[in-house]
């Protein structure tokens, strides 16, 4: 069975500063792995996907995670965020059981100060 | 990527009585996802439907009480039947692409009295 990890539920930072937003998972096979962003009062957005070949993935507003088999982690990183950033983010994870399955992440909170 | 609507895109209800959502997709699709995220907490997958077949129900969810309507390619209801207040979440319809990345509809946020 496979479970996902975000290993922070919230994370205050101020502006233009450095963030990662942790994940970890665990899987006995290929895994197709996701980030999406959840903006007040709206459904999820996909931000960018993992699905084979090079280990850094950018995807939309500047944000991009990297994906490592020996540490079963997909952490998004951005390195100056903004005002709108503040969301919440989940991590995701596809494995194919016969069809697909994605479980997803409890969220982190991301909130941005002035 | 697909364009997905929901109504209501909120709703306060009394305990007992049921409501119904719809998804509309600009696309034809097989399969679409209904997805119950509760207060503070992430996704869970209710059930996936199929056009022209019975939905098929997550390990909890069970068909008296979210019954899933599949009339055409484009289209699905759900509804949260008998309602209490344990049932006050956001719902939200989503399709797959290509990669089994899920996209979204904007949710319908329930809250029962």
């Given amino acids: 069975a496979q479970s996902v990890t975000q290993l922070d539920s919230q994370v205050p930072v101020f502006e233009e500063a450095p963030v990662e937003l942790r994940c970890n998972y665990s899987s006995s096979v290929s895994v197709y792995l996701f980030w999406y962003v959840q903006y007040p009062n709206q459904g999820l957005q996909l931000l960018l996907k993992y699905l084979s070949g090079s280990t850094l993935v950018k995807g939309i507003n500047g944000f991009e995670a990297e994906f490592n088999k020996s540490q079963t982690s997909f952490h998004l990183r951005k390195p100056s965020v903004h005002i709108s950033d503040t969301a919440e983010y989940f991590c995701a994870v596809s494995e194919w059981t016969g069809g697909f399955k994605t479980i997803f992440g409890a969220g982190t909170r991301l909130f941005v100060k002035a | ?113």
């Fill in chain 2, 1 to 113: 990527s697909a364009v997905i609507s929901q109504k209501p895109s909120r709703d306060i209800c009394q305990r007992g009585t049921s409501l119904t959502i719809q998804c509309q997709v600009d696309s034809q699709v097989t399969m679409m996802f209904w997805y119950r995220q509760q207060p503070g907490q992430s996704l869970t997958l209710i059930a996936t439907a199929n056009q022209g077949s019975e939905a098929t129900y997550e390990s909890g969810f069970v068909i008296d009480k979210f019954p899933i309507s599949r009339p055409n390619l484009t289209f699905s209801t759900l509804t949260v039947s008998n309602m209490s207040p344990e049932d006050s979440s956001i719902y939200l319809c989503s399709v797959e692409g290509q990669y089994n990345e899920q996209f979204f509809g904007p949710g319908t946020r329930l809250t029962v009295l």
